[in-house]
């Protein structure tokens, strides 16, 4: 059976096209952007958040918009309409991170001519990602295709745990999620940390991520510290680094003093619950064991930071 798929969450766009479903997708929301080719699809949601602005005033805008009751994303139902879906696939999980189930449900109740099936995802773990892909795969009529994607990711993942094993030592990381405000990673970063050879600080797995003082990341002393911001790339995480590295707290740390900070694509891979959580664990292993693991994500998902403190 041929389908007509609309993705609006990008994990799940590219669940879509792992499983081998690429051609069958028809729209695509503003942020998905991997892989490259899913660029020409028709674009189904836009953000109410001014994501240019500097973090701590889009986690105000954020604040305010969630306090009020309100999205943070639109649904384009007259694009829908048009596109005439017959799979829609959303999320629960977050409301900050994607287009959620309600919005959509609002979107489809206007829709003419398409009643499309809604497949939720709701993400929070590893084990929640491969039921996700199992599930999208079921939606799409092959089952068999989740299974075998799942099968292949979970032995990538094994994989990094046996070349991280024998490791003398494991050393402790704190995985930032976002930067002004402190944000520590949870859901599923924990684990793949664990698999990475890492102990993991803050943040519970299969729980949201939380708030975090710079007293409290001093307190732990890291031995390796990943920034990761949620819907950062690179580039822009390290233009939002002065806040942080101005701190006097911030430069007393180990891992900055030893040259153990690390800026990674929290956009691409740490914070996108998709296939590419293994290529996450890849990046892990490579920051917290560079002696062992060598899988050629240096100078693509994640750069040494190379400050001084904030001098």
């Known amino acids: 059976m041929t389908h007509r798929i609309v993705s609006l969450i990008a994990s ?5 096209c792992a499983l081998g479903f690429e051609q069958q997708l028809v729209g695509r929301s503003h942020e998905c952007d991997y892989p490259p080719s899913v660029a020409r699809l028709p674009v189904c949601s836009a953000s109410k958040v001014a994501i240019g602005a500097a973090s701590r005033d889009i986690d105000d805008q954020v604040r305010g918009i969630v306090a009020d009751g309100l999205s943070l994303y639109r649904v384009e139902p007259q694009v829908l309409d048009r596109l005439a879906p017959t799979v829609i696939v959303t999320q629960t999980q977050c409301e900050v991170c994607a287009v959620s189930l309600k919005d959509v449900e609002a979107a489809v109740c206007e829709l003419v001519g398409s009643q499309p099936r809604i497949v939720s995802l709701e993400p929070m773990s590893l084990g929640d990602i491969w039921n996700d892909i199992r599930a999208v795969a079921s939606a799409l009529g092959d089952l068999q295709r989740g299974d ?10 094994a994989a990094v745990r046996a070349a991280v094993r024998t490791a003398s030592t494991r050393q402790s990381l704190a995985c ?19 698999r990475a050879g890492g102990v993991h600080l ?8 939380g708030y975090l003082t710079i007293g409290s990341l001093a307190a ?4 390796v510290v990943v920034i990761a911001p949620c819907g950062f790339d690179i580039e822009r995480s390290c233009r939002e680094m002065p ?27 740490f914070n996108r619950p998709g296939p590419r959580v293994v290529e996450t664990a890849e990046i ?6 560079p002696e062992r693991c060598d899988f050629g994500h240096r100078g693509r998902g994640w750069i040494p930071w190379e400050g001084d403190g904030g001098d």
């Open 148 to 157: 075998d994607l799942v099968t292949r990711l979970v032995d990538r993942l």
């Open 176 to 194: 930032i999620e976002w930067i002004d405000p402190l944000m520590s990673a949870g859901n599923w970063t924990p684990e793949l940390v664990e």
């Open 12 to 16: 799940a766009t590219e669940i879509v």
């Open 202 to 209: 803050f943040g519970e797995a299969g729980k949201h991520s």
């Open 243 to 269: 806040p942080l590295v101005a701190h006097p707290i911030w430069r007393q740390l180990s891992a900055v003093r030893n040259g153990r900070v690390a800026i990674a694509d929290g956009n691409q891979y």
């Open 220 to 223: 732990a002393d890291p031995d």
């Open 284 to 289: 892990l292993s490579e920051i917290l064991h």
